[in-house]
């Protein structure tokens, strides 16, 4: 009987330490699940393909306000993979976006409208980038206000786009009709038009943007800045809108195809303005770095350039008065007609 009661006892005992075993086993199996679902989600992140964007920018200020996003793309730190395109004048991307070569493009805010309407819808506004940049510079000493141009030669940049619709509306306020009280030459570039100012004393009066107005003001002293356009246009419109001189604009079939890509690309490109107007000098180090502008100029022309960011009602509220008072003023100057609520691209 002893014996019985004995081997039952090891029975039992034998059992307890094979079940023990079992639930150490089982510990051990689930403790290494986690780890290994960290490092295959870790492998799949790893693995995910970022999207293909062609990207145009123009010389100057929307360029300044892309650097930083164009350096950490260059470094394959960017969200998006960037092919960065840079032009001269707004004209040289119509046409690339209209054939959809370009996917997103920084250009002044009526043709983005105008562009809008040439479309039939298929382009959007993403966010405002640069306000007014605009300056009446000056050799001649004649120019103190805007009354002081009348019967001048005024040399310019942006036919048929802001620049031109700017000017011609503070002219009108100011009583001056563009087309019988001055002349205006245009050119194609503003980098042209700083080197005409700079090599020929037949170039008196122009008008131009920043950073070109540093450009010329610091390389002859007998080049000065008689007016700023952004205040004049302030006085003649009694700040009923904002200079909106720049935005960012996306073709629609883009924007609903690439959702996601898109906003990493506008909060990258935020981080850039930022960037641009919170470290100067390193900013102005980059644009010379990629050809945009020499350092030195670069430094001194930032703080005044107005490189913004506005996105969603803000950017809606600020862009469509601006381009309400270029219709007011001349319809064709937007295209023929206001932008539907579908021109603005809202997250």
């Known amino acids: 009987m002893k014996k019985s009661f004995k081997k039952i006892v090891a029975f039992m005992t034998a059992a307890a330490m094979a079940l023990s075993l079992a639930a150490c086993s089982n510990s051990n199996s689930t403790s290494s699940s986690p780890s290994s679902s960290s490092q295959q989600s870790s492998s799949e992140a790893s693995q ?11 010389k100057g200020p929307t360029a300044i306000g892309s650097v930083e996003l164009m350096d950490k793309n260059d470094k394959g730190e960017a969200s998006n993979n960037y092919n960065f395109e840079m032009f001269g004048a707004p004209e040289d991307v119509v046409g690339k ?16 409208a105008t562009l809008y309407k040439k479309t039939e819808g298929n382009v959007m506004m993403t966010n405002v980038n640069t306000l007014g940049t605009l300056y009446i510079v000056d050799k001649s ?45 245009y ?3 503003h980098s042209e038009l700083a080197t005409l100012l700079l090599s020929d004393d037949s170039a008196q009066i122009a008008m131009l943007p920043e950073p070109f107005v540093t450009q010329v003001t610091s390389k002859n002293e007998n080049i000065k800045t008689a007016l700023d356009l952004t205040e004049e246009w302030n006085k003649a419109c009694d700040g009923a809108s904002d200079v909106v001189m720049g935005c960012i604009i996306v073709t629609k079939d883009f924007a609903q195809n690439n959702k996601e890509a898109l906003d990493k690309f506008l909060d990258e490109y935020k981080e850039s303005v930022e960037f641009a107007n919170a470290n100067v000098e390193e900013c102005a180090a980059l644009v010379g770095g990629y050809d ?33 008072v270029l219709y007011d003023t001349d319809a064709k100057s937007v295209g023929g007609e206001m932008p539907a609520n579908d021109f603005y691209y809202k997250r």
């Open 187 to 189: 050119k194609s570039e």
């Open 292 to 324: 945009i502008m020499p350092e030195d100029v670069a430094k001194s022309a930032i703080p005044r350039c107005n490189i913004a960011y506005a996105e969603g009602d803000e950017m809606q509220k600020m862009a469509s008065g601006f381009l309400q």
């Open 48 to 58: 995910v393909e970022k999207t293909d964007i062609n990207v145009a920018v123009l």
């Open 141 to 185: 000493g004649e120019v103190t206000d805007v009354a002081s141009l009348k019967g001048k030669t005024i040399y310019a940049t942006g036919q048929g786009s802001t620049p031109e619709y700017v000017l011609n509306y503070i002219l009108k306020q100011n009583g001056i009709d563009p087309e019988k009280d001055v002349t205006i030459e």
């Open 97 to 112: 976006i209209t054939t959809g070569e370009i996917d997103i493009a920084a250009v002044p805010a009526n043709l983005a």
